[in-house]
């Protein structure tokens, strides 16, 4: 699926935050969605992606994509 087929539903920004921080903010946000939706994070730590999609594999949601816009990481995850 491309990233531009991808219709998030919620945005969260941990731009400027680094590990655990998106992870963590990003648990908290997924515990406040209903099953289907999808989260869009937007991270500039390189270790945002392998570490979200280690917990997305972990918790049962599922890591849809991960899009690159210079430093910018666009993240989206589905409960």
Known sequence: ???TDIKSDYTL???GTLCPLPVLKTKVEMD???SGKVLEVLAT???AEPDL???AR???NVFLACKSEGEVLRIYVQK
């Open 1 to 3: 699926m491309a990233t």
């Open 13 to 15: 920004d941990t731009k």
């Open 32 to 34: 406040k969605l209903a």
């Open 45 to 47: 730590d390189p270790g």
């Open 53 to 55: 999609k280690a917990w």
């Open 58 to 60: 972990r918790t049962g």
